[in-house]
């Protein structure tokens, strides 16, 4: 089995990785294997079923959206997210898709694109069916596919069987904490320098290190546009973005901190909002492993480098290395979608990450590292995804700024000891998974449940 540590780490547009993300790459991928096929010129209709919670939820994330903009050829990593307003109005306005940006067709929303609330796929609770259609109406070619968590796409079959197999040879291949543990012990070697070494398989370390500096780019883009971009944020719910607020109140006092040395708290949590009000604008940010969890990794980074003096490029790489390597344990054991386990697969899984990351740049071992993800996890366990409105604003934004000062906790405590500890990583990843299938679906990323029922939208 094998996943690339740049696999958990997308650089794409929000709401949602699963609801936003993975649908416009499907819809994406639909009209590839329509010109595959040689059937792209002959469409004259495209129709797109959405279905459990790409359906609930779907209008609250932009699902609509990504899959009419993915249907036209746009790709998360490159679209550009201040012209998606004007081009989804042109869309509506003009009735028409241009699938693949080229080939125009019809497009009426009521009848084309389909909300099946009450309905869901088998293999997952995000999936969606695309149907071309000919000029007498018959079907052309017919897709299922499932965004499961984080950007990750599968198709039908796929999502039988294991979707992340490949052909790699890992020089230290592990899909464990129990793995790394024994990889420290017999190489010496730390968890960012292991994976990075079996990122050799995918390509030279130059270009590794190139595209996770490209990511730590893009997160610091993300947290200065939050600071600084004022207003309301979209849907019913008109909550007013707070961050801009923070950051001039903590930019006038710098003198705050030498009276109370909490301080440093509020501008991390300052750095989680930011970015995750961009997020929920629609704004360009990094899935982190997952939009509505983007911003823990990058607030926790911004602490290291602003509290610790970790701005060189190599403590930066090895920070996200290290993240990226439990990350990939979550991936390969459990899961990442808040559809599938709730939020403590997004929240609880990003808290992990940071947790660990930061217990390595610090100086910790990898007991202690793998003691850190663990900690980060523990304290998340049943963790539930109730969006209030469907919108990926009340309580996601929040919670990014819990989680991030959590995860700082989980690796001060880490540290504070020799790694030695009760529960294993491995063990609270199982219990995760456990209590994710035992959750009730009404907390699952579907609105029907907890705050979603309790507060009122507006």
Same mark, same amino acid.
């Given at each position: 089995?094998?996943?690339? @540590?740049?696999?958990?780490?997308?650089?794409?547009?929000?709401?949602?990785?699963?609801?936003?993300?993975?649908?416009?790459?499907?819809?994406?991928?639909?009209?590839?294997?329509?010109?595959?096929? #040689?059937l792209?010129?002959?469409?004259?209709?495209?129709?797109?079923?959405?279905y459990?919670?790409?359906?609930?939820?779907?209008?609250?994330?932009?699902?609509?959206?990504?899959v009419?903009?993915g249907?036209?050829?746009e790709?998360?990593?490159?679209v550009?997210?201040?012209?998606?307003?004007?081009?989804?109005?042109?869309?509506?306005?003009?009735?028409?898709?241009? &699938?693949?940006?080229?080939?125009?067709?019809?497009?009426?929303?009521?009848?084309?694109?389909?909300?099946?609330? &009450?309905?869901?796929?088998?293999?997952?609770?995000?999936?969606?069916?695309?149907i071309?259609?000919?000029?007498?109406?018959a079907? /052309?070619?017919?897709?299922?596919?499932?965004?499961?968590?984080?950007g990750?796409?599968?198709?039908?079959?796929?999502?039988?069987?294991?979707e992340?197999?490949?052909?790699?040879a890992?020089?230290?291949?592990?899909?464990?904490?129990?793995?790394? /543990?024994?990889?420290?012990?017999?190489?010496?070697l $730390?968890? $960012?320098?292991? +994976?990075?070494?079996?990122?050799?398989?995918?390509?030279?370390?130059?270009?590794?290190?190139?595209?996770?500096?490209? @990511?730590w780019?893009?997160m610091?883009?993300c947290?200065?546009?939050?600071?600084?971009?004022?207003?309301?944020?979209?849907?019913?719910l008109?909550?007013?973005?707070?961050?801009?607020?923070?950051?001039?109140?903590?930019?006038?006092s710098?003198?705050?901190?030498?009276?109370?040395?909490?301080?440093?708290?509020?501008?991390v949590?300052l750095?989680?909002?930011?970015?995750?009000?961009?997020?929920?604008?629609?704004?360009?940010?990094v899935?982190?492993?997952?939009?509505? %969890?983007?911003?823990?990794?990058?607030?926790?980074?911004?602490y290291? @480098?602003?509290?610790?003096?970790?701005?060189?490029?190599?403590?930066?790489?090895?920070? /996200?290395? +290290?993240?990226?390597?439990i990350?990939?344990?979550y991936?390969?054991?459990?899961?990442?979608?808040?559809?599938?386990? *709730?939020?403590?697969?997004?929240?609880?899984?990003?808290?992990?990450?940071?947790?660990g990351?930061?217990?390595? @740049?610090? #100086?910790?071992?990898? $007991?202690q590292?793998e003691?850190?993800?663990?900690? *980060?996890?523990?304290?998340?366990?049943?963790?539930? =995804?109730d969006?209030?409105?469907?919108?990926?604003?009340?309580? =996601?934004?929040?919670?990014?700024?819990?989680g991030?000062?959590?995860?700082?906790?989980?690796?001060?405590? %880490?540290l504070?000891?020799?790694?030695?500890?009760?529960?294993?990583?491995d063990?609270?990843i199982?219990t995760?998974?456990?209590?994710?299938?035992?959750?009730?679906t009404?907390?699952k990323?579907?609105?029907?449940?907890?705050l979603?029922v309790n507060?009122?939208? =507006?």
């Open positions: 089995m094998s996943l690339s @540590v740049l696999d958990l780490y997308t650089i794409g547009i929000g709401p949602s990785s699963s609801h936003t993300v993975g649908p416009m790459r499907a819809g994406n991928r639909f009209v590839a294997h329509l010109r595959e096929a #040689g792209l010129a002959q469409t004259t209709r495209v129709e797109a079923h959405l459990g919670s790409l359906a609930l939820t779907g209008r609250g994330h932009g699902t609509d959206k990504a009419l903009l249907l036209e050829g790709t998360p990593e490159a550009d997210v201040d012209a998606v307003p004007a081009k989804i109005e042109a869309i509506h306005t003009q009735q028409r898709l241009k &699938l693949g940006g080229t080939h125009e067709v019809p497009f009426h929303e009521k009848d084309d694109l389909v909300f099946h609330r &009450l309905e869901s796929l088998p293999e997952h609770p995000n999936g969606m069916r695309f071309a259609r000919g000029a007498d109406g079907e /052309l070619l017919s897709r299922v596919y499932y965004s499961i968590g984080g990750f796409v599968v198709n039908e079959e796929t999502a039988k069987r294991d992340l197999s490949g052909p790699r890992l020089p230290y291949p592990f899909r464990t904490g129990d793995d790394l /543990l024994r990889l420290g012990r017999e190489t010496g $730390s968890v $960012s320098e292991l +994976t990075l070494r079996n990122e050799s398989a995918w390509r030279p370390e130059a270009d590794t290190r190139g595209a996770l500096l490209r @990511v780019q893009a610091q883009a947290v200065e546009r939050g600071c600084h971009r004022e207003g309301i944020l979209p849907g019913a008109k909550v007013e973005r707070r961050a801009p607020k923070i950051f001039r109140e903590l930019s006038a710098p003198e705050a901190g030498l009276r109370d040395p909490l301080t440093v708290l509020d501008w949590s750095w989680a909002m930011a970015v995750n009000e961009e997020n929920a604008a629609g704004g360009r940010v899935t982190a492993p997952t939009n509505g %969890a983007a911003g823990i990794l990058p607030a926790v980074l911004h290291f @480098v602003r509290v610790h003096g970790g701005a060189d490029d190599d403590r930066i790489v090895r920070f /996200l290395l +290290t993240a990226g390597a990350g990939m344990i991936k390969l054991n459990a899961s990442i979608s808040g559809a599938e386990v *709730g939020c403590q697969g997004e929240v609880g899984v990003a808290c992990s990450m940071a947790a990351a930061l217990a390595e @740049v610090l #100086g910790g071992t990898v $007991s590292v003691n850190a993800a663990e900690i *980060g996890m523990e304290h998340n366990l049943g963790l539930t =995804c969006p209030i409105g469907g919108l990926v604003q009340v309580p =996601c934004i929040e919670r990014n700024a819990m991030a000062v959590k995860a700082i906790n989980a690796a001060r405590l %880490a504070r000891g020799d790694g030695t500890h009760r529960v294993s990583l063990k609270v199982k995760m998974r456990q209590t994710g299938a035992d959750m009730s009404k907390y990323e579907t609105s029907r449940g907890g979603a507060v009122t939208e =507006c």
